[in-house]
Structure formats: C-alpha cells, structure tokens
C-alpha cells in the first residue's frame, strides 16, 4: 500500500506518465496550484511553506523507496522534484518585499519564472548538472531541480535589483 501512495506521489499524481515532457507538465501544473493558492484561495504563505516542507521531506523518503528497486535512479516518471524546484522561485516571489502582487503582474512574473526553471532544468549549468550527473539517489534526484530553482531566484533577483 505504501509503494503505491509513494509511486502517486512521485510522480506527482501521475503526472509523470505522461508521455511528452512530464517535467514541463508537472511545473505547469505546480505553477498553476500555486498561483490559485496564493491568488484566488489567498493561502497564508506560511501554510503553503509548511505544505512545501512536507513536500520536500516526503519526496527524499519517497524517492528513495522507488528508485530502490529500480536500475535507473533518475528516471523520468519521477516529476515530485520538478514541483519542488518550480515551487521554491514561486513562494519567494510571493513573499518578496512584504507586499501583496497584483493579479497581472503575478501572471507576468509565473510565467517567467515557469520558463527560466524549464531552462535550468533542461541546460543543466554547474551545480544543477553535478547534482543530476554524480549524485544517484533521492537527495540528487530532488536537489538538482532545487539548484534551478534557485538559479531563477538569482535571476529575479538581479532584476529587481537593476529595476
């Protein structure tokens, strides 16, 4: 019973089974949760930071139990990784500065912040290809689409910055 609610949640509800581009649809999809639980919802951030932080934790624990039993230890079904790396430029955008974002510029700043991680995690620049390349088990498989995510916070950063 176990495996299987792990297998639901690695791949992110079955999201990861599908057959073009499971990581894209699983950000997508993160992105869009996030956005109605920020924007329409009006969640407390420090829930969805909770919510964030069971994520996290279940996926090392979650991860490790499936690619236990299989050869390949990063296999792309496995999409929960993506939902964390997409998440973690999300919710530092919505807490950023204190202030509440408007309706249109959040769609804006989704939207970007949704291509630079797909851009990360596709080119895979230095730490976030050693995670992906050297590491083989749950803490590798999860951190390297954090390494994204945090390259795309350094770019908003660096924009808001210049702005």
């Not at 009006?42 to 236990?68: G, H, P, Q, T």
């Not at 955008?93 to 939207?111: R, V």
């Amino acid at each position: 019973m176990i495996n299987k609610i792990n297998l639901f949640f690695v791949t992110f509800f079955g999201i990861g089974y599908v057959k073009f581009a499971p990581g894209t649809f699983a950000s997508i999809i993160t992105s869009i949760l996030l956005f109605i639980s920020f924007h329409i919802l009006e969640i407390s951030s420090n829930i969805v930071l909770i919510f964030l932080f069971f994520i996290f934790f279940y996926s090392l624990y979650a991860v490790n139990s499936y690619i236990k039993k299989i050869s390949n230890k990063d296999p792309k079904e496995i999409v929960i990784d993506e939902v964390i790396g997409q998440s973690i430029p999300i919710y530092l955008y919505e807490i950023s500065h204190g202030t509440s974002k408007q309706f249109d510029d959040a769609l804006l700043f989704y939207a970007i912040i949704f291509m630079l991680f797909r851009l990360f995690d596709i080119i895979k620049p230095f730490p976030v290809n050693y995670f992906d390349k050297k590491i083989k088990n749950s803490f590798g498989v999860i951190f390297d689409d954090i390494c994204a995510g945090l390259y795309v916070v350094l770019i908003l950063v660096v924009y808001m910055v210049l702005k």
